[in-house]
Structures are given as structure tokens and as C-alpha cells.
């Protein structure tokens, strides 16, 4: 079937492949909202409920907005709970009445919004509904952008503001989303964390009287706060239950707010985070907000995550590499840091082309007078006291091996010990007359403006033309500070879009990798120009069960670089065998990063055949449905799969925290096989039902030690 938008008297229905979005017209000219959740058939809804009474109305009629489920609710009229943006008009306040004036309809088109990445209508059938509200005494018209898939059960909105007055309007907010539920028992499930601890799974019951705001103010999306969270019945767990999802399609300081008033009813708004945002627009100019994703899923926690794992993989990454599976690489960096030389690197490649690897990654430390961490970042070029044979020299080297080539760069920040930062000091973020804050001896440069954009455009540009490097790791690695007026955060956001829009798109064959000091900038706005990010600096494979885990609830596996290091960990100092290192690290974008040249013939021949495993399955990490099947949040067990979408192969994980004596292991069931379908395990050998592997389960063999885990390898027979 098509994507379908339904315009019945006063009723806006959006009809998903499960799903409806129903919204409708009051008497006043109020957009309601209605309905989001199963599929529902087509009828006149605005019938149904179009006034809320209440004993402190305000309005003569008993009527007022208070109690109404609301699309984009304004501020300082009948409704005094958050509003969905403010806008402070030429006469000085921000009071604001928004009003119905018409709608249109795109079929087989997604809106593109200046300046910001966005979903794509891709292969798929899709209507966009185009809203528009209108208060002529704020001066402010709102459209409201909403399209839907007949393929998913996602609604895609965003909102843009246009003074349509003949003064300034100043924008002090502007959520992208705002949806109104009624009242019910519900948890918000949200991701927190930190720095080498990112996206922590944290589940709680919404309270009454809460204004909950999951939000993050530190520049990018952050360690911290991620931009995607949930809203589930209290009763829904991994594969039942209705849970509503909001992703944002943003990189830049993010707000998810939810609000519990008096009666119980639930407010989820998100978007671009107010703290510390103003935007001014002149008389005709429009203000453009980044799209959030609203996913329904009666089918849990899962069925959120699946969906979004194939609009983000097939309609919002632009990269040729998004369903492409991805090449096995090794990276030099915890094996040597800064230390290394031209022929250090060439016996790492060697070692590496030996098992099989694929991609050679030369991290940090190969430009400018970068020794350490103090200096150099800024100066693209390379140092030939490191590396006498220059970038393209190495390259060529590395290719000779039977390696490709890829390069870490930092291109947004710059050490004032650097020949940029010496000739260009005005470049870095700062408050005239404030010695800007330091954090790793680094500076951020001013992405807001045009020459310092057009400066790393051509920089990198140079640089990717001079070899053939067909790999970029791009980091970032310090919070924003000394954001030198309101709404800088959003100035310099879209300067990094302008960039990656520049250089992703002239160098299409290239694969890039996002990084923020690991998993500081792990969001669907850095996917749409990067189809992985590098999840965590914590590689240790017992702490990536859970980052991993819950990672893969909001973004798909393929976009997690997941890597084999070193034993003891180098964040955590813990000790597992480089069996459960691999195990855990095949649900990602596999690679090594670690001195190969020091490992045991034994560990070389359990690297090649770990290498030809991941070659046999990466084909379900780019393209396969992902299930969770055992929480390491709940229990001493980690387990998921991954499924072809014909269901004839899967790969399972089982991994296992802690040792217990006398104790009889937990029975895992798997989903997403077909249950008449008889699969053999190509690893044991053994054959299994689909059924018996669904509803009966298996019980792992484990070894006797911590850290152990259990892989399968199905195929149907």
C-alpha cells in the first residue's frame, strides 16, 4: 500500500504500515491531537472530543486548553503547561495564540530543512503533511511538517517558524515535536552516562506533577544525555507492550521534556535545547527546527528499535557504505599512542594482513609537531621526521602489504600550540576580552564562521586528495565552552553539517567514522553523513554488554565500531580472554586495536579464524533485524541476535558476567526465527527447530571461568 494522509472534515489522519497519526480542528481553530498507536480505520474523529471543560477555564464557553492534547501548543493563553516553543514578539512579550490556517499535502516527497540533515523518502512510498498555524498579533506563522512511511510505523516532524510581521521576532524556543498522551501509567526510559560509560539504560514510572528534562548543554549531543528516549505502558518489556520512541536528528545541545500535570497527562516535547538559545529572524525570515522521529510499537522495546534501525540505515545515511558490509581493520592506537615510527606501523599492517585483516588505521600523532596531546592539532600536514615517506607514501606502502588505508583526524579543534592557532588565534571559540577554557590542551575552532569552515574543507579535502586514504575516523574531544552568545550552539551545528555535507559528499567512496571522545557524538544527525560511530573508549568487552546493548535500542548495530584490545583493559584494567573480546565485538563494526606484533602464534591463528567468522556474518550486521534477548542490566547474562530478514540465519551471543558454583545456567529463548524452519548451528554442528529455539530455548555451555561467553552460527537447513 501507499503512505497515506487522510483529510476527513476536520480530521488529519496519517496511516503508517501499522500505525495511525490522527489529529483534529476544534470549534476555535485549535490542532488537537488525537490518536497515535495501532492502526485504526478512517472516520471523522473531530466528532469525538473537541472540548475540555474544566472549572478554571478561562474562556467564557468553559472551555479551555489546559486539559487538550495539543500539537504544538503556544504559551501565556488557556494552556499553562510547557509550551512547544516561545517566541518574543515586537511588542516585547511572549504571549502567543496559534490558529489553523490550511494545510498541503507532498505525496512521495520528505521535506529537506535548510541547513539540516533528514530523512529520505529513499525506495519508499511517503506523504508529508505540511500544517500551518497562525497568530498575527505575535507576527509568527508555524508549519508542521509531518510525513509518514508506509513501511514503518514512524511519524517524522519538525516545525519552521516565519515572522510574517514588520518587525524582529527573537525565538527563545522551538521544540521540533510536541505530543500530548492521555492520562496513564507510564515510564520514560532514557539513556545517561559518561565518558567511557555512555547511554546507560535507566527505566522509571512517570510521577505526577513532573517536569522531567532529559537533556544535554555541553555542545554535541554528549557522553551524558543521549537524544533519544522512550515513553512505555508500565507493563512493556523487550517484545510486548506499547512503547512509544523520539529520536533526534540533531548533534548539537538537545532537550527530550516530559511533562506529568495535575490530571496525569503526559507532555513529551524534543528538540534543540532552550538553555542558553535565542534566535532572531527579520520580517519574512524562517526559522528551520531538526526532524524527530516518533516511533509506536505495540511489539516492545524491540519493535522500536527495528524500526528505527531500517529507517536510519535506508533513509537517513547517504553513505554508499550504509548496507554495504564493512572492512575488518586494525588500529594503531592502543598499541602504540604517540610512539611510533614509519616501520613500527609497516610490521603492525604486516602482522594484520597475515589474519586477514583488511584496513590499516593510523591514528593520532602522524601531523604537525603532535608528540602528545598538547600540540599540533590544527596543522593537516604531515610529519616526516615520523613518517619520512609522507601520507601518500605510507599509503602506498600499506596498499603494497594488501592493506587499505584509513587516517584519525580532529579537524574542528586546535591546540594554541600550533601553527594555526599562531596565525589565526581569533579562530578558536572565546569571549573577547576571557582567556577561553583549555580541555586536553585544546581549543575548539569557530565553526560559525564561514573562513574557518571553508579553512577544514579544504584542509581535508587536500588531504584525502593526496593519498589514497579510502577511511577517515573523525573526532571530536572536548565539551563546548566560552560560547560567546545565545544560541551559539546551534551557529556552530550547522557549520559542522557544512562541513560534512562538503567533505562526505565529495568523497563519496571514502568510509568515515564519527568519534567524540568514543561515544560523545553517537546520534542520527552524525549518521546521516557517517554510516558508524565509534560507541565507546571503553573497549572492555564485559562493560560494551551493556553500552552496547543499550545503544542498539535507539541506533542500528551497524553504525557501532566495536574492537578487540588489549588484556588487562586499558580504561578498566580488567583481564578476558580475547575469545569473549571478539564474541561481544562481532555485534558492531569489528576491528582490532592493539599491538599485533606481540601476540602469540597461538593468538594470531584464533585472530584469523575470528576474522573469517566476522567475514561470514557481517552481511547480518549491516542488514539483519536485532533482537535483545537477556538484559546485562537485569542479570549475569548478556544475549542477542541478529536475523536475516528472510529468517534462514542468525548470529547468537550469550555472554556471561560472573562464575557461579552449583548453578545451573539461564535457559535463552531467541526470536525472530521462523518456527517450521530447522536451522544447524555451522559451529557445534548441532540442528535445532526453529520452534524449540523460540519457545523451549537452549541452555549455553559455558567454561568455568568469569567473562565467558557462547556464539551461534544459524542456518536454516
Known amino acids: 500500500m501507499a503512505a497515506i494522509v487522510v483529510v476527513n472534515n476536520n480530521t488529519f489522519h496519517l496511516q503508517g504500515r501499522e500505525s495511525s497519526y490522527i489529529m483534529a480542528l476544534n470549534e476555535s481553530g485549535d490542532l488537537l491531537h488525537v490518536y497515535f498507536g495501532k492502526k485504526l480505520k ?42 512547544a516553543y516561545l517566541v518574543k514578539n515586537g511588542q516585547g512579550n511572549c504571549v502567543s495564540q496559534l490558529k489553523y490556517s490550511g494545510y498541503e499535502i507532498y505525496e512521495g516527497e520528505t521535506p529537506k530543512i535548510q541547513g539540516l540533515p533528514c530523512v529520505t523518502e529513499g525506495n519508499k512510498s511517503v506523504s508529508t503533511l505540511a500544517i500551518k498555524l497562525s497568530d498575527g498579533q505575535a507576527g509568527i506563522c508555524v508549519t508542521l511538517y509531518y510525513t509518514v512511511f508506509d513501511e514503518y510505523d514512524v511519524i517524522v516532524r519538525s516545525a519552521v517558524i516565519t515572522n510574517i510581521s514588520n518587525d524582529n521576532v527573537e525565538i527563545k524556543s522551538a521544540y521540533s515535536a510536541n505530543i500530548d498522551m492521555a492520562r496513564t501509567e507510564k515510564d520514560i526510559i532514557y539513556f545517561s552516562g559518561g565518558w567511557a560509560r555512555e547511554r546507560e539504560y535507566v527505566r522509571r514510572r512517570l510521577c505526577q506533577g513532573e517536569i522531567c528534562d532529559i537533556a544535554n548543554a555541553r555542545g554535541g549531543s554528549g557522553h551524558c544525555i543521549n537524544p533519544f528516549i522512550m515513553i512505555a505502558d508500565k507493563a512493556a518489556d ?63 522495546i524491540g519493535g522500536i528499535s ?34 611510533f615510527d614509519e616501520e613500527k606501523l609497516i610490521s603492525i599492517a604486516q602482522k594484520a594482513k597475515e589474519t586477514g585483516i583488511e584496513l590499516f588505521v593510523l591514528d593520532d600523532g602522524w601531523f604537525g609537531n603532535r608528540n602528545d596531546d598538547r600540540r599540533g592539532l590544527g596543522d593537516w600536514y604531515v610529519n616526516k621526521s615520523k613518517l619520512p615517506s609522507g601520507i601518500d607514501g605510507l599509503a602506498e606502502r600499506i596498499n603494497d602489504i594488501g592493506l587499505k588505508f584509513g587516517l584519525w583526524i580532529e579537524p574542528e579543534m586546535v591546540n594554541p600550540d600550533s601553527d594555526l592557532y599562531r596565525a589565526h588565534p581569533d579562530w578558536a ?70 562541513i560534512m555535507e562538503a567533505i562526505t559528499g565529495a568523497f563519496p567512496n571514502v ?118 534477548l537477556i538484559s546485562p542490566y537485569e542479570t549475569n547474562y548478556c544475549s542477542w541476535c541478529v536475523v536475516s530478514k528472510d529468517k534462514s540465519e ?24 521462523s518456527e517450521d524452519f530447522d536451522y544447524k548451528d555451522v559451529i557445534s554442528d548441532k540442528i535445532y527447530g526453529g520452534d524449540e529455539l523460540m519457545y523451549m530455548g537452549i541452555r549455553p555451555s559455558f567454561k568455568t571461568q568469569d567473562f565467558a561467553s557462547v556464539i551461534m552460527h544459524l542456518k536454516k537447513i
Not at 531500517?310 to 610512539?339: G, H, M, Q
Open 42 to 83: 478512517d472516520r471523522d474523529y473531530s466528532k469525538m472530543r473537541t472540548s475540555w471543560h474544566a472549572w478554571t477555564a478561562f474562556d467564557p464557553d468553559g472551555c479551555t486548553l489546559e486539559n487538550a492534547p495539543q500539537e504544538y501548543p503556544s504559551y501565556g493563553y488557556t494552556d499553562l503547561r510547557p509550551p
Open 238 to 300: 523487550e517484545n510486548s507492550g506499547e512503547v512509544h520512541g523520539f529520536s533526534l536528528i540533531y548533534s548539537g545541545n538537545h532537550s527530550s521534556r516530559v511533562s506529568c500535570d495535575q490530571l496525569g497527562n503526559i507532555r513529551v516535547q524534543q528538540g534543540i535545547n532552550p538553555f542558553g538559545f535565542s534566535w532572531k529572524i527579520g520580517s519574512g525570515e524562517s526559522f528551520y527546527t531538526p526532524q524527530s522521529v516518533i516511533v509506536y510499537s505495540d511489539n516492545g
Open 306 to 339: 527495528r524500526e528505527l534501525h531500517d529507517l536510519y540505515r535506508y533513509n537517513l545515511c547517504r553513505s554508499k557504505w550504509s548496507d554495504k558490509p564493512r572492512p575488518v581493520l586494525i588500529n594503531n592506537w592502543e598499541a602504540t599512542y604517540f610512539d
Open 429 to 498: 571559540i572565546h569571549v573577547p576580552g576571557r582567556e577561553p577554557a583549555q580541555s586536553r590542551s585544546q581549543l575548539i575552532l569557530d565553526l560559525s564562521r564561514k573562513e574557518v569552515c571553508d579553512y577544514i574543507i579544504k584542509a581535508i579535502s587536500d588531504l584525502l586528495s593526496s593519498a589514497n586514504i579510502e577511511y577517515i575516523k573523525w573526532d571530536m574531544n572536548r565539551p563546548m565552552t566560552d560560547m560567546p552568545c545565545e544560541g551559539y550552539n546551534h551557529k556552530y551545528t550547522l557549520g559542522f553539517y557544512r
Open 511 to 628: 568510509l568515515f567514522e564519527g568519534c567524540s571522545g568514543g561515544g560523545g557524538r553517537f546520534d542520527a544527525g552524525v549518521l546521516a553523513y557517517m554510516p558508524q560511530i565509534w560507541t565507546s573508549d571503553n573497549s572492555d568487552a564485559v562493560a560494551r554488554y551493556k553500552i552496547q546493548y543499550s545503544t542498539s535500542m535507539g541506533y542500528p548495530v551497524s553504525s557501532m565500531g566495536a574492537h578487540v584490545t588489549a588484556s588487562p583493559n586499558h580504561q578498566n584494567g580488567r583481564q578476558t580472554s580475547l575469545e569473549t573480546r571478539a564474541n561481544t565485538a562481532y555485534a558492531g563494526i569489528f576491528g582490532y586495536e592493539l599491538d599485533i606484533t606481540k601476540m602469540s602464534s597461538d593468538e594470531i591463528d584464533e585472530v584469523k579464524k575470528q576474522v573469517a567468522f566476522y567475514k561470514d556474518i557481517r552481511h547480518l550486521i549491516v542488514s539483519g533485524d536485532f533482537y535483545r
Open 650 to 673: 542468525a548470529f547468537v551471543f550469550i555472554g556471561r558476567v560472573l562464575s557461579i558454583a552449583d548453578y545451573e545456567d539461564q535457559v535463552i529463548k531467541l526470536y525472530g526465527l
